[in-house]
């Protein structure tokens, strides 16, 4: 592990628990799900919750659901900056993980827009302190309406080379493509952050956490595919595939070979996310992936005595939070019961 004093490493353990102790609670959550009103929703994260701090500025005005989403998502990726940062400050480097996956967020988000009249607006999620860090131009990558202009909003960076199987025709762009282009990249650039900092057992819980994320991604596309396009034969181009994970090759060749999702998921369960994998069919593949990753981060930020594996815990635990508050925003904007709502929230 770094040289870093055990008072730094200690803040930074601290810090993360400190900051999951204000997590919302099966009970917050069923009670937003019985909101009325996008504002019976917003009152009550004010009056009892750490969102207080990202409602404030709705008061007062009309509310609307993209709006409220965008304040809880801005509040939330700003706690992560905020931790980041921290960890820099103590004289830590895996800080860099955090505002390399903006990079990466920013510019599938722009990506998606390409060859349409829209424009991402995921800059405008985003907190002060990842710009300081980035070497992305987000005005000419949310206004690239071609792949040639976002290909050159890409210059100076380490990302354009990302594109350059696109461009010279070796392959036809798609955003599966690009996604497993710039996540082997940032993935390569984690291993060698995380190798030059860490060792031994360090080491390798820092890794094994963060491949879990990726091998739960690539579980639900593999999951997709096989789901919703039963015949198309699959191969490590056209489902997410980042090169960083627990599986070796062969193991993820005979995931997408193998016959029908019971198969898959009897082979995934098998694996070491087993113990954290639910095997009931009845709830959809993200509910089933995010869950896995909750009991999982949950686990480590209990009981790692590693900084960095707590902070991204923590990371990994306030995601869900994030993606639990949408979908209740969601649920209750479009007037759905409350126990079609808590359908879709993850807890533990």
């Known amino acids: 592990m770094l040289k ?58 009309k509310l609307y659901r993209s709006r409220v989403e965008a304040e809880i998502k801005r509040f939330n990726n700003r706690r992560v900056a905020d931790l980041a940062s921290f960890e820099s400050a103590i004289g830590q480097k895996l800080h860099e993980i955090v505002f390399l996956e903006y990079d990466v967020r920013l510019i599938l988000s722009c990506a998606d827009h390409l060859d349409t009249n829209e424009v991402s607006d995921f800059s405008l999620f985003t907190p002060e302190s990842y710009f300081k860090h980035s070497a992305l131009k987000p005005e000419l990558l949310e206004m690239a309406m071609s792949l ?8 100076g960076t380490p990302y354009q080379k990302a ?61 997709r ?45 098998a694996s070491v996310y087993g113990k954290y994998f639910l095997s009931d069919g009845s709830k959809p593949i993200e509910y089933r992936t995010r869950l896995a990753l909750l009991k999982l981060y949950s686990k480590r930020l209990r009981f790692s005595t590693v900084p960095e594996v707590t902070m991204f815990s923590f990371i990994g635990i306030l995601e869900n939070e994030t993606t639990n508050l949408i979908n209740i925003i969601e649920g209750v904007r479009y007037e759905l019961p409350a126990e079609s709502i808590l359908d879709f929230i993850v807890t533990l």
Request: hydrophobic share 40%; net charge negative.
């Open 4 to 61: 870093i004093s055990s008072l730094a490493s200690n803040a930074l353990l601290t810090k993360s628990r400190a900051m999951n102790a204000a997590a919302l609670t099966a009970d917050d959550y069923a009670f937003l799900a019985s909101c009325h009103s996008l504002h019976d929703v917003v009152n009550y994260l004010k009056a009892n919750t750490v969102y207080e701090k990202a409602v404030d500025v709705l008061l007062g005005s």
């Open 225 to 269: 595919m096989k789901k919703y396009f039963p015949n198309e034969a699959l191969n490590f181009n056209n489902v997410f595939y980042s090169g960083f994970s627990a599986f070796s090759q062969k193991e993820i060749t005979a995931m997408l070979e193998c016959d029908g999702l019971e198969k898959l998921l009897e082979m995934f369960s």
């Open 148 to 155: 040639e202009e976002f290909y050159s909003a890409l210059d």
């Open 163 to 223: 594109l350059d199987i696109f461009r010279v025709g070796k392959t036809d762009f798609t955003i599966t493509g690009l996604e497993n282009a710039l996540y082997q990249y940032i993935y390569s650039q984690i291993t060698r952050l995380v190798k030059k900092n860490y060792s031994g057992s360090d080491e390798k819980e820092i890794l094994d956490l963060l491949k879990a994320k990726s091998d739960f991604k690539m579980l639900e596309s593999i999951y």
